[in-house]
């Protein structure tokens, strides 16, 4: 206990101010570590670390980290072989494998970029999604069985059997950027939701996520991303559908009523623009296709018959978990933002922040929690698949097809990890500099459709037969 000594000069109201001062110190302590906090600059509140909140991810990420170095832990005497790493040794099942598809499509950009565009442009103009789901289908349709009935371990493969290993080897760039662009776009759409419902800085949750995701990753391959990937997918699914009827009896949210509220959006019959629309849809479609991502589960499928039935099925899955995400953004548009504690409607950068916006404003704290656990595991999912599938392709079809042919299987896993790091660093620069969630998730198909036709017209001909 500190004595206080009082000089001559000083009156009895010194000391009086003294103690005062020290007891607000030790106020303003008790409120930092209880997470209620407040300052107040130039009439503005503003809100301090979220300790509760901060506490629970910390968890969700531990449970996550878990299980990929379990199951990581699991195959540690199977992981010999760079197939073993890319591939999980060709052993996926159907149901894994029908989760962890699903599980990869729906991420962070997926769920926060559709609910952006439903309330910025209404459901007409959100295309992503519903493009995405139908590619797999298309995938299954005419490229899943004859892909694994052919026992290749990535896109490039088929395209370096036709065109070289050099030639074939160009084709990883336009696929590289497909997957950094993705990943960033997850990572943005998670660090808008940390910065909104915990107040945790933008720069540093994307870079502590992509980390946990880049760890597991790297010991474990496909094996540990594809389990953690059943936990996440059951994480996204019931923070969001929980997040809906919370929202929907706000009391500042109005009728979703189409007369009322036009979620739906527009286009006049003779505009122009449904030929962008149009446009779009081909876009997304075919632009969905040749992703490294989507093969890499396909060729990890124990049967041919496995992976066609994981791409239809998978479909089905994207298509219902952005389901929830739409109607999240329906609420947003009929929402009176000026009556909730926000004080106004999101507008220009603000717009991509309208998903954690929602669950922060229109919910209670607990259901903001599962939500931001729903954002967090859609990410990570997504992010931990981007970046493996991008260093699979650099370590097989770049640098033991094109630079070393004689590397070993060793050799091969350490550049995949290396290259796992250097493409993670890339995407979390590119997430933390960009402000639109959805058209960075839209950069994805522009970049992939340079590759998409001769992906097609370059498969060899006994592959082109099996399509048929």
């Not at 101010?17 to 409120?31: F, G, I, N, R």
């Not at 997918?233 to 509220?261: K, Q, R």
């Not at 599962?370 to 999912?381: N, R």
């Not at 370590?395 to 796992?420: C, G, H, L, P």
Request: glycine share 8%.
């Amino acid at each position: 206990m500190r004595r206080f000594k009082v000089s001559r000069g000083c009156s009895a109201s010194c000391r009086c101010s003294e103690v005062v001062a020290w007891l607000e110190v030790c106020h303003l302590a008790t409120q930092f570590y209880t997470g209620t906090l407040r300052t107040h600059n130039a009439g503005l509140q503003v809100k301090m670390l979220n300790i509760p909140g901060l506490a629970g991810i910390i968890v969700f990420y531990l449970l996550i980290l878990g299980i990929g170095i379990y199951a990581a832990w699991r195959r540690r005497n199977k992981g010999g072989k760079s197939e073993e790493v890319m591939l999980a040794g060709r052993s996926i099942g159907p149901l894994v494998g029908i989760l962890t598809m699903t599980a990869t499509w729906v991420g962070g950009g997926y769920i926060n970029g559709t609910a952006e565009k439903v309330y910025d442009k209404g459901l007409i103009w959100c295309q992503a999604p519903f493009g995405y789901a139908l590619s797999l289908a298309v995938g299954g349709m005419f490229f899943a069985k004859p892909m694994r009935e052919a026992g290749y371990v990535t896109m490039l493969d088929p395209l370096q059997q036709a065109f070289g290993r050099r030639m074939g080897g160009m084709l990883y760039f336009p696929a590289l950027m497909g997957e950094t662009f993705w990943s960033a776009a997850i990572l943005s759409a998670l660090g808008s939701t940390l910065a909104v419902i915990l107040d945790i800085g933008n720069t540093v949750s994307i870079l502590v996520s992509a980390a946990i995701a880049v760890f597991y990753t790297i010991f474990g391959g496909l094996y540990s991303v594809a389990y953690t990937d059943v936990i996440q997918l059951f994480c996204i699914f019931i923070g969001l559908w929980i997040t809906v009827p919370f929202a929907m009896v706000h009391e500042s949210v109005g009728s979703l009523a189409l007369n009322e509220t036009n979620w739906l959006g527009s286009i006049e019959p003779t505009s122009p623009e449904w030929g962008l629309w149009i446009d779009y849809w081909l876009l997304l479609i075919c632009g969905g296709i040749p992703w490294q991502v989507y093969f890499q589960r396909v060729l990890s499928c124990q049967t041919p018959t496995h992976a066609r039935v994981l791409s239809y099925t998978a479909s089905v899955g994207c298509l219902l978990s952005a389901v929830p995400a739409c109607i999240i953004g329906a609420i947003a548009k009929a929402t009176d933002w000026s009556q909730t504690d926000y004080g106004k409607t999101p507008e220009g950068y603000q717009v991509k922040l309208v998903l954690p916006l929602v669950m922060q404003y229109l919910t209670p704290t607990w259901v903001a929690f599962l939500g931001l656990g729903a954002v967090s595991a859609a990410v990570m999912s997504s992010a931990d698949s981007s970046v493996l599938s991008a260093s699979s392709m650099f370590a097989r079809n770049i640098y033991q097809n094109v630079f070393k042919q004689e590397a070993t299987d060793r050799e091969v896993i350490w550049v995949m990890r290396a290259s796992i790091v250097v493409v993670a660093a890339i995407a979390c620069t590119i997430g933390i500099l960009i402000n639109s969630i959805y058209y960075l998730f839209l950069v994805l198909p522009r970049t992939v459709w340079m590759c998409k036709s001769p992906a097609i017209e370059c498969i060899p001909r006994h592959l082109t037969r099996l399509c048929i």
